[in-house]
């Protein structure tokens, strides 16, 4: 069984930082695609930072683009999201997901796997 467990989230002033990570347990960071996906308060969820193996792409949003950076550890099957400058406008409940490497990375619906969220609240 799948499993992925986040953490990292919390209360941040803006222009602070944080660092999300994604433990994964049951799933090798072999061939895969991650993403980084958030929901706002009656938003729709929308994919921050995603990442394939397959082609190597990286894919950033418009609004975060600059500012934050998906990483991984491949040994420990971990994935992180470094957030710089954060902004009142990043605060949602984040989540990250996994799947294949062949997947449109930013189509959440193509994910097979997904954590729990972590909030992120950026506010002075």
């Known amino acids: 069984e799948v499993q992925l467990v986040e953490s990292g989230g919390g209360l941040v002033q803006p222009g602070g930082s944080l660092r999300l990570s994604c433990a994964a347990s049951?799933?090798?960071?072999?061939?895969?695609?991650i993403g980084w996906f958030r929901q706002a308060p009656g938003m729709e969820r929308e994919g921050v930072v995603c990442f394939s193996s397959g082609s190597g792409d990286t894919y950033y949003s418009d609004s975060v683009k600059g500012r934050f950076t998906i990483s991984t550890d491949n040994a420990k099957n971990t994935a992180f999201l470094q957030m710089n400058s954060l902004k009142p406008e990043d605060t949602a409940v984040y989540y990250c997901a996994l799947g294949s490497a062949q997947i449109p990375v930013t189509y959440s619906e193509y994910y097979d796997y997904w954590g729990q969220g972590t909030q992120v609240t950026v506010s002075s």
């Open positions: 049951g799933f090798t960071f072999d061939d895969y695609a």
